[in-house]
């Protein structure tokens, strides 16, 4: 990728006897973002996950407000078994697409199941995002530096990043998950008495009871952040010592440019397309890491839900509840493979050598 | 040159051309094959007619070639020149099949009377690399790095040969010491990463030569090289064509390649050939103002060069080609008429010479055809012509 | 090379070293070992937790406990769960289980994403292409937990259902059939004329197949005719000739097909050993399978001995394993066929392949969780690297050189391509290694994964650091495996 706006056409300047410019401009001149934008959304796909992601979002968020239920109030099973009312297969009784009274069904112990899974999205949704964004920060920070610098920092920077990685998420989940409290630094906001409930029980204090305190779902995120951001480091890195070597950053230095800024202005906006997609994959990943991490009971704790935990704790109903299994599921599988599609549409859209032929 | 390949006979697996029975070479008599009807010198051996290949973009049909045709003789060189993006590699790559499968070609090739553009590739693969060999252009990545560049030689001999793999290195080796490349059996051994690019490049060129071709096309074969490899380059493909008796189609931007070797020269402009004559002819006498820019804007020793005269703009868009002739809006000749159709090759006063140009007997006249490029001040400066005479012309 | 080695070990050491005391301080902080037996209602509560603080040394600092610890590992002492067992004993037999599982899904995963990404590549934007592309991004955005009990449920619970009463629809036949010649057509291209004929016969002879094992209840007593073996001997001969060179040479051909064809009338000869083999037995079959190769085409090859050798071996080994599938499926018996609950039936007794098939039965699913997750990964890799490669300059030499196509795309696309895959191997190792570990618990194998979280949740440190230890070591091992691995396919590294 160059630094310089790229230019798609032959530019055609008046020759020495005038006339003809028009003649030249047959084909536009785009800017580099224009370029990726464009391609980007020339990926069908890509385009459509983003679609159905956005979708999958406002319904978890705004549809959970809206929705007559609350994932917390039980009411009388339907028919006994809570079985879902919606009618999947529209029109053919006769009857349209009717939503009924609990759509998803009913857990075994009547409460909605739409609304549980809306608010296992919303949770899910929330613990990926920040999982993502953190440790993509994180990890981008640090294979820059590693990657700029090389010689001893690298060297250093890259044994702490090796032996993170023999440590094995499932132990830090542990570890955090029922120390946090102890944890001096961490205590103020995720422990038994966190600062931010107002010494109150955490039921009682709804949002900020989700997001801080001992069933902190932030902490889950944090921590899945702490294992990612492993790997994009080592990305980030490969990219930065490619980079470095490029003739644009030998000439930024040429002429003194600081190093801060060389990186910022010259390393930076070309590696922005590997960050953005590995942070896009990473993502996806944390999404399908909580749902590990439910299963083996270290995810989301207390009365909260995600949607790995919906899944782990019905596994056991596919034969007699099937729908309690199914519907977070597929949530999860919607959600992941839109952020796949998108991530490699963004990679098809930022990689210049796609030749995007028509057929 | 002792050739194995007199030893084993021409065994060849493929396809009826090399079965005909004018083509089956005689023993080597003075190093070099004596085919069955002699005379051949003035049989075209590749014939190509209104050649014309399109790619789908998403921008719309891009013509790269709109109407190429020549032919070559054999032991002929012919010279292709023109800018980057004109067409030529495209071209060449047409006649072969090693187009990506979404370009549209129409027009006719052919080798010997036989057909080669549309044809499955079953029948191609008999001359690809037999009787037609391909010299691309960047020797670096030419050559796959995982296998050794005498396995990658003996590869090209015993695709049409049935040889044991020995009796091919033994070829391979041959080859490379023809072509140069010091300590040949030892360097046979050698991976490609291990050649520096001018020995790459002379590997490229024995890779191409080792079955004997008739022609062989040589796609920029110097761009990618120093000047001094580059002279060096040529020589040995200068020494090849002797030994191996083909005729060479030597496709370039430089003009100072063609001067060196070139018997006919065909210059090519936004995907057609504008001007066709003798080396000698195009380089006197151009009868095309690109032609002449194009000797204008290269250094010489002599002439009324100080400056160095470039030809302003750049080539069109090949996308939606404009009317008329496409090299308007950079030409100092252009009249209205330009502007209006494209004009075909047309005769000069010379023989065997013609050119794209209505303006040709005007260019004629011209004394100092690479002066034509310069400004008005230029000519001034260079007290060739009075101030008061500087207009728009 | 030798010191290149000893410098990455050197590397590694002080690594593990770290890792390892990170992780023993990471677990014994990570909750209470004792806190089980604090609320025990036990009277003699006090001496049970002073034992289980002796047995465990807690009275020591944990960095001296992890020295203890150390010093044991190099004698192999693993030391002591917190009920008192052995470690080291639990571990061997964890090892073996998880190294079972990991094994065959990894082996089928590469094996199948490879040809699926070359097939994919080289047929780009076709059917097959979109549809892989979109099945491996499918497998790849699962949890695997969600797959593993999908996979219970419809791989065995309704799969053993179907199998007490098997039928085959017309319908379903019919649709099988077309699909098989759709795949098969898109593999072997060309334009749609070309492509058409081939579909249609293929598709009538699955078709034909399937019906006519429908109509002989094949399914209830499966096994293979011997004329069923000596046709699939030649189809292999002439197969395992195409990968290696143009049908157009004869000797190799030749010899590819003799081989597979002694191959086949060895089996009949030699059948009494396959009663009850032993281990022994087979690995002699092996190699007398390949000496078959070896020497048909040493004998036939003349001047393409080599490529008629490598065709010969293929070929017999072809043979050979269609002769096991053969016994295999011949000692099954209809009853609950896949089982979705341990590695192995306990106590298991009947003839060796019965014993196979009941190892065979107890972990195709869990691998195969596995395996589809780790196909879509090696399938998208090769992929996208054989694109690259099949664009390069070096390709279109080849195929300027005039090489057929199958030789451009294999020999000089697909080995060039291969290099970036190795890659993949150890970036998938952690995976896999988590996702055996949650198919362990669905499918209730107890191996390294079980190992681990068991420890975990009770805070037992012995059995964690255990784990670590195994994975960490595997994953030095992995990494030189796969350093050397990519020095042998890009020689342009080797002088480093």
């Known amino acids: 990728m160059s630094n310089v706006p790229a230019v798609e056409s032959a530019v055609g300047t008046a020759g020495p006897h005038g006339g003809g410019a028009e003649r030249e401009f047959t084909v536009e001149a785009r800017s580099q973002w224009g370029l990726v934008r464009r391609r980007f959304f020339h990926h069908k796909l890509a385009l459509g996950s983003m679609i159905v992601l956005l979708l999958v979002i406002l319904l978890a968020f705004v549809g959970a407000a809206l929705w007559k239920y609350n994932y917390t109030e039980t009411s009388p099973r339907v028919d006994g078994r809570g079985a879902p009312t919606l009618d999947a297969i529209p029109f053919i009784d006769g009857d349209g697409l009717a939503v009924g009274e609990h759509p998803f069904g009913q857990d075994d112990i009547g409460r909605d199941y739409f609304a549980l899974t809306l608010r296992g999205t919303q949770q899910s949704l929330i613990i990926a995002t920040l999982a993502g964004l953190v440790g993509t920060f994180i990890g981008t920070a640090i294979g820059a530096i590693a990657g700029f610098y090389r010689g001893r920092v690298d060297n250093i920077l890259m044994r702490f990043v090796d032996i993170g990685l023999t440590i094995p998420l499932l132990l830090l989940a542990a570890v955090i998950g029922r120390r946090a409290g102890d944890i001096p630094g961490l205590s103020w906001l995720f422990g038994e008495n966190s600062l931010l409930l107002f010494g109150k029980d955490p039921d009682d204090v709804p949002v900020i009871g989700d997001y801080f305190g001992p069933n902190s779902i932030i902490l889950l995120g944090l921590v899945i952040a702490f294992v990612s951001w492993l790997t994009i480091a080592r990305v980030v890195r490969g990219e930065f010592l490619s980079l470095r070597e490029k003739e644009y950053v030998e000439a930024a230095r040429a002429l003194g440019t600081p190093n801060g800024r060389i990186i910022r202005k010259h390393i930076l906006p070309n590696a922005v397309g590997t960050i953005i997609v590995n942070a896009t994959l990473l993502i996806s990943a944390a999404i399908l890491i909580e749902t590990a991490l439910s299963y083996l009971g270290l995810g989301v704790r207390g009365d909260d839900w995600s949607l790995g935990k919906l899944v782990s704790s019905y596994q056991n109903a596919f034969t007699t509840r099937p729908w309690l299994f199914w519907w977070p599921g597929l949530f999860i599988l919607v959600i992941a493979l839109c952020i796949n599609f998108i991530g490699d549409g963004l990679r098809d859209a930022f990689d210049p050598r796609q030749t995007r032929e028509r057929r | ?393 | 090379m030798f010191f290149f080695i000893l410098r990455r070990f050197a590397v590694t050491v002080p690594i593990l070293a770290a890792s390892t005391f990170l992780v023993f301080g990471l677990v014994t902080i990570s909750g209470d070992p004792l806190a089980q037996y604090r609320t025990s209602q036990s009277p003699n509560r006090a001496q049970i937790i002073a034992q289980a603080r002796d047995r465990l040394d807690l009275d020591r600092a944990f960095p001296a406990r992890y020295w203890d610890w150390l010093k044991g590992v190099v004698r192999l002492d693993f030391g002591q769960n917190k009920g008192g067992q052995e470690v080291y004993p639990i571990l061997k037999d964890a090892l073996v289980t998880t190294f079972r599982l990991v094994m065959l899904a990894t082996v089928l995963s590469i094996i199948i994403g490879l040809v699926i990404g070359i097939i994919s590549a080289v047929r780009q934007y076709s059917a097959f292409d979109y549809g892989t592309t979109f099945a491996s991004f499918l497998f790849y955005s699962l949890p695997v937990f969600w797959l593993a009990v999908l996979l219970k449920q419809f791989g065995a619970i309704e799969l053993n259902d179907y199998l007490e009463q098997p039928t085959l629809s017309f319908t379903v036949a019919v649709a099988v059939g077309v699909m098989t010649g759709f795949v098969i057509s898109t593999v072997t291209g060309g334009p749609w004329r070309r492509r058409l004929p081939v579909l249609a016969v293929t598709a009538v002879i699955s078709t034909a197949l399937l019906l006519l094992a429908d109509s002989t209840d094949w399914i209830l007593n499966p096994g293979l005719s011997p004329v069923a073996v000596g046709v699939s001997a030649a189809i292999a001969g002439v197969l395992a000739t195409m990968a290696f060179a143009p049908l157009s040479k004869r000797t190799v051909l030749v010899s590819g097909v003799a081989s597979a064809m002694i191959g086949f009338v060895g089996s009949l000869v030699f059948h009494g050993w396959l009663d009850e083999p032993s281990w022994v037995d087979l690995f002699q079959l092996l190699a007398m399978s390949l000496l078959v190769g070896v020497i048909v085409g040493a004998a036939v090859g003349g001047i393409e001995r080599a490529t008629a050798i490598k065709a010969g071996t293929t070929a017999t080994v072809f043979v050979g394993l269609v002769v096991v599938a053969d016994e295999f499926i011949s000692a099954w018996k209809p009853g609950r066929t896949i089982a979705t609950v341990g590695p192995q039936t306990a106590n298991i007794k009947g003839t060796f392949w019965e014993r196979m098939i009941d190892y065979a039965s107890h972990q195709v699913l869990p691998s195969l969780a596995l395996a589809l997750i780790g196909l879509a990964t090696y399938a998208r890799f090769t992929r996208a690297s054989m694109l690259e490669t099949l664009n390069s300059d070096y390709v279109r030499t080849a195929k300027a050189k005039g090489l057929p196509a199958t030789q451009v795309v294999l020999r000089h696309g697909f080995r060039t391509a291969l290099i970036p895959v190795t890659t993949v191997i150890t970036l998938s190792f952690a995976t896999v290694i988590e996702g055996a570990t949650i198919t362990e618990r669905v499918f209730g194998w107890s191996g390294m994964g079980t190992l681990f979280v068991k420890g975990l949740s009770d805070v037992d440190p012995y059995p964690v650091m255990a784990f670590l230890v195994v994975v960490s070591v595997s994953i030095v091992f992995l990494n030189a495996l796969t350093d050397v691995l990519y020095a042998y396919l890009d020689p342009r590294i080797r002088n480093e």
């Open chain 2, 1 to 393: 040159m002792r050739s194995i390949l007199a030893r084993q006979g021409n065994a060849d697996e493929y396809g009826q051309v090399t079965n005909r029975p004018e083509e089956v070479p005689l023993e080597r008599v003075d190093d070099a094959p004596v085919y069955a009807s002699a005379t051949t010198a003035d049989v075209p051996l590749l014939v190509v007619d209104d050649l014309r290949v399109r790619f789908p973009t998403d921008d719309g049909q891009l013509q790269a070639v709109r109407g190429v045709s020549w032919e070559v003789k054999e032991r002929e060189v012919l010279g292709i020149v023109g800018e980057s993006g004109c067409g030529k590699s495209v071209s060449a790559m047409a006649l072969l099949g090693l187009l990506p499968p979404t370009a549209r070609i129409s027009g006719s090739a052919k080798f010997r009377g036989q057909e080669l553009l549309g044809v499955p590739d079953r029948e191609i693969r008999s001359l690809r690399g037999r009787k037609i060999a391909m010299i691309f252009q960047d020797p670096m990545t030419s050559m796959n790095p995982v296998y050794t560049v005498g396995g990658q030689l003996a590869e090209a001999v015993r695709a049409h040969f049935e040889m044991s793999n020995k009796a091919a290195m033994l070829r391979a080796i041959e080859m490379l010491d023809l072509v140069g490349i010091p300590n040949a059996k030892a360097r046979a051994k050698s991976y490609p990463h291990e050649f520096s690019g001018g020995m790459r490049q002379r590997a490229m060129i024995a890779m191409a030569i080792i079955n004997n071709p008739d022609v062989i096309i040589a796609d920029e074969p110097t761009t990618a090289l120093d000047v001094t490899v580059q002279a060096q380059i040529l020589e040995t493909l200068q020494e090849v064509k002797e030994e191996v008796g083909a005729a060479i189609i030597l496709i370039t931007h430089d003009l100072g390649v063609i001067a060196g070797m070139a018997d006919r020269v065909k210059v090519m402009y936004a995907g057609r050939i504008v001007e066709s004559g003798t080396a000698e002819q195009i380089f006197d006498t151009p009868r095309m103002p690109y032609a002449a820019g194009l000797l204008g804007s290269i250094p010489s020793m002599e002439g009324a060069s100080d400056v160095l005269t470039p030809i302003l703009g750049t080539p069109p868009s090949l996308v939606n080609p404009p009317e008329g002739c496409p090299f308007v809006p950079r030409c100092p000749l252009a009249i209205d008429e330009c502007h209006h159709d494209e004009p075909d090759l047309l005769s000069t006063d010379q023989p065997e010479h013609e050119a794209a140009c209505i303006r040709w007997e005007h260019l004629a006249t011209v004394e100092d055809p690479r002066l034509l490029f310069r400004t008005g001040d230029e000519l001034v400066d260079a007290g060739i012509i009075d101030p008061e005479l500087v207009s728009e012309s």
